[in-house]
């Protein structure tokens, strides 16, 4: 098994983006600073062994050796040692709404980000239990499939947008159908459903699948996110969503659907406030629920492979600092 034991340094490798933004705005200022002195065929006769070209290879090979040394830095490692783990737990799928109405800024900073931060906190308090998530808007993917690997969860929660699920719309009858396939089969007691969403639910098909849940031996807990009074909804242009006589639409939670879906569900319903007591109040209702016992073959041992990184980086930054930014007889013919 590969992984990188400090994920989070490859959050570094967007820096690349600026990098190549500021290069590029260099080449254009320095094109238009030596038109100002004078036309190029005459500035080059001034400084006839001045190499554009490599001054371009230059900068790639820089970013190549940064490439690498954040790649060494969040260390690259194998797993070497397998071993089975048992585990007394439950499975848990969380089913979280992407669509555009948790933009709505009537919590802060958004509906979206808010949910976000809730469920990364109630990662963190994990410990025996599976954990899979589902995104749904128009329709409901799989984001991440059951496992007790909460690190992954985590940078699978990171990369969550509303933009994750390409169909609009609130289908939560289909998160729910999706989430009940996800769960262990031949398991009818040690499942949970939490859905978080604004509950503004547009398709058909939840009644059903709530029923299917509960044959299928799955608590469904929900969490309201929003408030009765309302925020506009951000569309990507900047303007707001409107109705047909052009009047800005309000997003309000539906507190009460919420609340059919948790007592058909044989759960519970929260409301969204400040985050930890709703996760210290799922967490007791999920520590009545009968735990089972989970079979988990994970790497106990892995070895590192950061220093063959630091190796490629270094020899990009010393090819670097060789190669010359004057004209060479070797690339004469390539006009580099």
């Not at 009968?290 to 090819?319: G, N, P, W």
């Amino acid at each position: 098994m590969f992984r990188f034991e400090h994920l989070y340094y490859l959050f570094a490798l967007l820096a690349l983006v600026p990098m190549l933004l500021l290069f590029i705005f260099y080449e254009r200022w320095k094109s238009k600073s030596i038109a100002r002195f004078g036309t190029a065929s005459l500035v080059h006769k001034l400084i006839p062994d001045l190499s554009d070209g490599k001054q371009i290879i230059k900068f790639i090979l820089l970013s190549f050796a940064y490439t690498f040394l954040i790649i060494a830095i969040a260390n690259p490692q194998i797993g070497t040692k397998q071993e089975k783990v048992k585990r007394n737990g439950i499975d848990v799928v969380v089913a979280l709404d992407v669509s555009r109405s948790m933009l709505a800024q009537d919590v802060q900073p958004n509906r979206l980000a808010k949910a976000k931060n809730f469920i990364s906190n109630f990662v963190d308090q994990l410990k025996d239990d599976r954990f899979a998530m589902v995104v749904f808007a128009g329709r409901a993917y799989l984001q991440m499939p059951l496992s007790v690997d909460y690190s992954a969860a985590k940078l699978y929660l990171k990369t969550v947008t509303t933009e994750s699920v390409p169909t609009q719309g609130t289908n939560i009858g289909e998160a729910i159908d999706l989430a009940n396939e996800s769960f262990a089969k031949g398991d009818n007691k040690s499942k949970a459903l939490i859905i978080i969403s604004d509950g503004e639910d547009n398709e058909p098909g939840v009644e059903e699948a709530l029923e299917a849940a509960a044959k299928n031996g799955i608590k469904v807990f929900t969490i309201a996110v929003g408030t009765d009074k309302g925020s506009p909804i951000p569309l990507p242009n900047g303007d707001f969503k409107r109705d047909a006589q052009n009047n800005i639409v309000l997003s309000k939670v539906n507190i009460e659907a919420m609340r059919n879906y948790a007592a058909k569900g044989n759960g519970k319903s929260f409301v969204l406030g400040n985050g930890k007591e709703e996760i210290d109040a799922i967490f007791k209702e999920l520590g009545g629920i009968t735990t089972k016992e989970i079979d988990e073959t994970v790497f106990t041992e892995y070895d590192d492979k950061f220093q063959y990184c630091l190796a490629i980086a270094a020899l990009f930054l010393i090819i670097e600092f060789m190669l010359s930014e004057r004209r060479s007889r070797l690339f004469e013919k390539l006009k580099i």
